[in-house]
């Protein structure tokens, strides 16, 4: 059971918080779309990265104030190295070290 | 009071002014409060507690605490039976009922024993290897397999306890109260930090309990527990938790505790407090105090009732006053077993022996047993063991000198008791838990805790730290307990590290495996590493023959560390044997993950009270009374109960449904809709927000009217449905399906917050808010007319797809004039407290035009009537617009909302996708299973090509005959044709329509 810090509410029990899909996926515009082949628009539709080590995703504090935000996680150690607010850029982590 | 003939006259921490009474396999015993199920039966002499695994060798008690692989109990009666408890740790009360295991007709008579003369014929990988062929025999050797398996019996009734669950965080969680744990809870708790000590025994003090010439602080072991207990429970922010197993190691320091909170009381009917509670803790720092585990030595025949580990005999003699026999040997590699050499013999058992495999011990523990003149051994080994329902005696022999064989002068001792100890294996399983590795310590010849995980705050101390010096381990646990809560910010106040003078120092210990026999291994005797699943040396032998040389493969081979005990006493015995035999390290062999939990846990706790009706809330409509005074039969929805159908005295189901469609298409009817989802949307980005969530335009709809809309996933499919309304330019009233009320919600935020955060639009559940009756028939409007005076009715002002604002009943209500039944309808709401008198009143003015009240079932045939989808029903997730022919609902001008790119997909523009159409059987009165799969050409026998199942079928009383929706492959390009559906030895022939089977021309709706 991870503990993980919403950035709006603090420290909570991972069993109040959602998790969503891995972050930063920009939802292409219609004028980009149109030209996107199928295999590209399945590209953005389906396909997520399945990384050993520092991922990036977004969390819900469903059982709290219901915001989303971004978290940066280590899938083997479960080690959450940062949380950030949506819209913010993924934060640099030195990813060798860990 | 009868005798307890191996019980000491005096010392142990039992109050022998408090006899209790209790049972073993029918016959009455006594012990007393303090003892164990275990040390009590040792007090009055029985040693044969059990039958093994596989074997059904006669077995006793092994050890004194939660390792126990031999005395499984099942423990209790009827509805509260529980199998495979520890005797060890059952806590004796007054009436206590257990019953040994594995065993019939009896413990000292037992057939199953057969399995040990033809055990040559059942080695390891048996089964594996017997029943593989021919493939169809596993069918019939299955029942005999599974009637064999197993050694207690589950309850059959339901368990009549509560259970609990509990959420607590802390500074400093400490596991194992053991000198360690208490020094460090002492050093925390006097700094101010917030600690909770746990224990798995009775009482807090570990290994202390079981000394008797320590003395700590200047005083008795005894005495310095109860005082570090004392000042514990003194301190405001210490929760001290006996009786409680922390059997689960979480990610960031989430740690998983059960507390027996009754069970030492035995059962107790209504109890106030739970039987047992499972606790949740989230701690800054965990300290694992859990001690170590003595390892057995492996000789020949080790698994005689009366083979027992050197230090649990010290335990029971030293704390529950308890003989575990009145003649013993011991055998040791090391000098702690000469600490049960000088126990034993104080407390008044003959320790003939100890037979030690070193051939020149110096330590001064050594040196005080001879100086007691207790027969010292050296260089010697037990090769056998004489007793086959108890021990009678042992042969013992010269080792060679290389320590790998015996010399043949043997000499024989007769004894009761063969006391064996192999060293100390730190209980790493916590540690282990948090994913950090274990290492190999050649100085303790066992694992110790590797490197802690990054986000598992955590320190093993003491014992589980391969410390086992008294005094080492009370510094080191005061060391962890200041420098853990200094770490947290708490102050210097945590005193000095308790003293202890005078500990004898220990020679080396010497690593042996297997205590050599005068026969292979593998010929006469047993040597048993693993005895809860009865592998011995020869087994582990065997899999390195057969090629299963790494531990994951010789642990699936032959079983080992495995059931209940989980390896606890075997597991480095099996991983040193198969290291000797391919002469690589210990450590090369590999080392087992441990997972939780450290001992069984019931199903009960993790249950707590969320059963039954407590299970999921119960959510019920304001009018929810009402349903119940008028016979409503119910239904859930997702956590709603929905009236399902009203029937009147003597109807069916089908009679009640039939008449409440009826009722529908010929009168005015009523039905309870609050459960519907509602979403308030306000915002200037509103009318932007729904055009990119719906597939139609939503911009010009003007305020007072309301649109049906489809919401589709980004992948073109169809998500939910619903009516929205526009209340003012910028403020939206969203209904979504029953079910998909929270889906819609998070699904309008997840977008907003993530991909459009910059407009301005709110998003507010009001479900619960507006209470929703919707009335149903030609008559509504006549009846509504009778109720309000502000609110215009004809079809020039209040028109289909609107809605008004106004009074019924003499409280406000808003009247929204949309259908899900094709007639002339109006759904009212209103707020919860007014909707029971809203509806009343409509029944009660309702009642000269018959007024009906119709449940989920008549709805649902009345909306497929009109070939009206229900979101889930006729779609599941693979379904677009196009599919259900709803082509009309999307917005050709509009240049983007979620799903429009998907829809251009190769695939989902596929002419001959599976499309909704009707169908109709040939029979009318035959009504098609829902889910039936459909097929074009009819075979003798199934494989036959599917081309698409019924989605809904009802009988329909406005039509006269069966009706039902299906998904049909290319269905739409199909119409008139015949279609067949095998089901159950017959095939229903019928033929595909459009999906409309009532007033396809929608002349209805105005009434």
Not at chain 2, 14 to 39: E, H, M, N, V, W
Not at chain 2, 230 to 256: I, K, Q
């Amino acid at each position: 059971m991870f503990l993980i810090t919403c950035p709006y509410c603090g420290a909570r029990d991972e069993h109040e918080f959602g998790y969503g899909h891995e972050a930063h996926i920009a939802r292409p515009t219609p004028a980009e779309y149109e030209q996107m082949s199928d295999a590209e628009w399945a590209q953005y539709l389906f396909m997520r990265k399945n990384t050993k080590g520092v991922h990036f995703e977004r969390w819900v504090h469903t059982k709290g104030c219901r915001r989303w935000f971004n978290v940066a996680r280590h899938t083997v150690t479960h080690e959450i190295l940062a949380v950030y607010e949506m819209g913010k850029p993924a934060p640099q982590i030195d990813t060798e070290k860990k | 009071m009868t005798a307890q003939k191996n019980r000491l006259g005096q010392g142990g921490r039992i109050d022998r002014t408090k006899p209790l009474r209790f049972t073993f396999d029918g016959k009455t015993y006594y012990g007393y409060q303090g003892d164990t199920l275990a040390s009590a039966l040792l007090a009055n002499g029985v040693s044969l507690v059990g039958r093994s695994f596989k074997y059904h060798r006669p077995r006793g008690i092994l050890s004194a605490g939660a390792e126990e692989p031999n005395a499984l109990i099942q423990l209790g009666l009827g509805d509260r039976t529980e199998p495979n408890l520890r005797a060890t740790q059952i806590e004796l009360y007054d009436g206590l009922v257990a019953e040994s295991q594995n065993r019939w007709p009896s413990l000292t008579t037992d057939f199953g024993a057969a399995n040990s003369i033809f055990q040559k014929f059942i080695p390891s990988g048996f089964y594996y290897k017997t029943f593989m062929w021919p493939a169809k025999g596993w069918m019939f050797y299955e029942k005999f397999i599974r009637q064999a398996a197993g050694l207690g019996k589950g309850p059959t009734e339901q368990d009549p306890d509560r259970y609990d669950k509990l959420y607590a965080s802390c500074d400093l969680l400490i596991i194992g109260a053991g000198p360690s744990g208490l020094a460090a809870a002492l050093a925390a708790g006097r700094s101010g930090a917030r600690v909770i000590l746990v224990d798995e025994q009775q009482e807090l003090g570990g290994s202390l309990l079981s000394e008797r010439t320590a003395e700590v602080d200047g005083t008795s072991a005894a005495d310095w527990v109860a005082g570090a207990v004392a000042e514990l429970a003194a301190m405001p922010e210490v929760t001290l938790l006996s009786r409680t197993v922390a059997w689960a190691y979480y990610d960031h320091n989430s740690v998983s505790l059960m507390e027996r909170v009754t069970d030492h009381l035995g059962p107790v009917a209504g109890a106030k407090q739970p039987r047992q509670r499972l606790w949740r803790v989230r701690a800054k720092e965990v300290i694992l105090a859990t001690g170590a585990i003595e390892r057995p030595l492996v000789y020949s025949d080790n698994d005689r009732p009366g083979c027992m580990l050197a230090s649990a005999a010290r335990t029971y003699v030293n704390r529950y006053g308890s003989m575990p026999g009145q003649r013993a040997v011991i055998m040791t590699n090391n000098d702690g077993a000469y600490r049960a050499a000088l126990d034993l013999s104080e407390a008044g058992v003959t320790v003939f022996a100890v037979v030690d495999l070193r051939s020149d011990p110096q330590g001064e523990l050594v040196k005080a047993a001879r100086a007691k003149g207790i027969e010292i051994i050296t260089g010697h080994a037990i090769t056998g063991v004489k007793g086959k329902l108890a021990v009678t005696g042992v042969d013992i022999m010269p080792l060679t000198a290389d320590g790998k064989g015996v010399t043949s002068a043997s000499r024989h001792i007769h004894c009761d008791l063969v006391l064996s100890s192999g060293g100390w294996q730190p209980t790493v399983h916590l540690h282990s838990q948090t994913r950090a590795k274990v290492v190999w310590s050649d100085d303790i010849q066992a694992f110790v805790p590797g490197n802690k995980l990054p986000g598992q705050n955590n320190r093993s101390i003491g014992g589980a730290h391969g410390v086992f010096g008294l005094a080492d381990c009370l510094a080191e646990g005061h060391a962890a307990g200041s420098e853990g809560a200094a770490r947290l910010g708490f102050g210097a106040q945590s005193g000095q590290a308790p003293s202890v003078s005078g500990e004898p120092a220990e020679g080396a210990l010497l690593p042996v495996w297997i205590v050599p026999s005068d026969k292979p291994v593998g010929q006469g005797g047993k040597h048993f590493v693993d005895y809860q699943n009865d592998v011995t040396a020869a087994d582990v032998m065997l899999a390195h023959r057969e090629g299963y040389r790494s531990v994951e493969h010789l642990k699936r081979y032959t079983t080992m560390g495995m059931a209940t005990d989980q390896g606890k006493t075997s597991n480095v015995n099996a991983l040193a044997i198969m290291a000797g035999l391919r002469n690589v390290e210990i450590p090369s062999v590999g080392t087992t993950t441990f997972r939780p939990p450290y001992t069984p846990v019931t199903l009960g706790t993790f249950s707590g009270i969320d059963k039954g009706d407590f299970l999921d809330p119960i959510r019920k409509t304001a009018m929810h009374q009402w349903h119940e005074q008028h016979g409503a039969v119910f239904e859930c929805v997702a956590q709603w109960h929905r009236p399902y159908y009203y029937p009147k005295l003597g109807e069916t189901m089908h009679d009640a449904v039939n008449r409440e469609v009826k009722a529908a298409r010929t009168g005015v009817t009523i039905v309870d809709a609050s459960t519907l989802g509602k979403i308030d949307i306000q915002g200037p980005d509103a009318a932007w927000f729904l055009n990119m969530v719906y597939t139609n335009a939503w911009t010009k709809l003007e305020p007072g009217r309301c649109r049906y809309g489809l919401m589709l996933g980004e992948d073109g499919m169809v998500f939910d449905d619903g009516v929205t309304s526009r209340i003012s330019e910028n403020h939206f009233h969203m209904t979504t399906t029953t079910g998909g009320a929270p889906r819609v919600m998070s699904w309008l935020e997840e977008w907003h917050q993530c991909e459009w955060p910059d407009k301005k639009v709110y998003f507010t559940s009001v479900t619960e808010q507006w209470s929703v009756m919707a009335l149903n028939g030609p008559l509504s409007r006549k009846l509504l007319e009778e109720l309000t005076t502000d609110i215009p009715l004809d079809d020039a002002t209040f028109p289909f797809m609107s809605f008004k604002d106004g009074h019924l009943a003499g409280v406000p209500v808003r009247i929204f004039r949309i259908s899900f039944t094709g007639e002339l309808s109006f759904e009212v709401n209103c707020k919860p407290s007014h909707a029971l008198h809203v509806w009343r009143a409509l029944m009660q003015a309702g009642e000269k035009y018959d007024i009906t009240p119709y449940g989920t079932e008549a709805m649902h045939v009345l909306r497929a009537e009109k070939g009206f989808i229900i979101v889930g029903q006729e779609t599941d997730g693979t379904i677009t617009p196009y599919d259900l022919g709803m082509d009309w609902i999307m917005a050709k001008s509009k240049t983007d909302f979620l799903g429009r790119r998907s829809l251009t997909r190769e695939d989902t523009k596929r002419p001959d996708r599976k499309h909704l159409v009707g169908l109709l059987t040939d029979n009318p009165n035959e009504v098609l299973l829902e889910g039936g799969q459909i097929v074009a050409h009819v075979k003798d026998r199934p494989p036959m090509e599917m081309i698409g199942h019924v989605t809904s079928s009802y009988y329909s009383p406005n039509c006269n005959r069966s009706i039902a929706l299906a998904l049909v492959k290319n269905g739409r390009n199909r119409m008139g044709e015949t279609v067949y559906l095998p089901y159950e030895g017959k095939v229903i022939p019928a033929k595909i329509t459009e999906p409309k089977f009532f007033d396809s021309e929608g002349k209805r709706i105005n009434g």
